[in-house]
């Protein structure tokens, strides 16, 4: 008999939760994937000459959004539609990063 963990990992889920941005947005991001390079277009996009670990650059990624999105929402002189743009498409493709890098459950696996 074999002793088992009893704590469950279970694998990140890829939601946007509490991120809700209009269809054409979403739309333009989920276009976007195709043609996402992560390591060009994420370093350009940090301004950065390395780029991090998968799903480690998830939080910057999403305040930088949250900065971009209440432009918008105020309409601010300021307001790049191509930078929001690129940062849906990087969170999108961080979080799909971040979910292939994680392990798979040990339950799973042995299955």
């Not at 509490?18 to 054409?24: K, N, S, V």
């Amino acid at each position: 008999m074999t002793a088992m963990s009893n704590v469950i990992v279970f694998r990140p889920r890829p939601s946007l939760h509490g991120l809700r941005r209009p269809a054409m947005l979403i739309r333009a991001a989920r276009e976007g994937q195709a043609s996402w390079r992560r390591d060009r277009d994420l370093a350009r996009l940090l301004r950065s000459e390395t780029c991090p670990a998968p799903g480690a650059v998830l939080p910057r990624l999403r305040a930088e959004e949250d900065l971009q999105n209440d432009l918008r929402v105020t309409r601010a002189a300021g307001y790049d539609l191509r930078r929001h743009v690129a940062l849906m498409i990087a969170i999108l493709a961080e979080m799909r990063a971040a979910v292939a890098a994680t392990p798979p459950c040990p339950a799973v696996a042995a299955r």
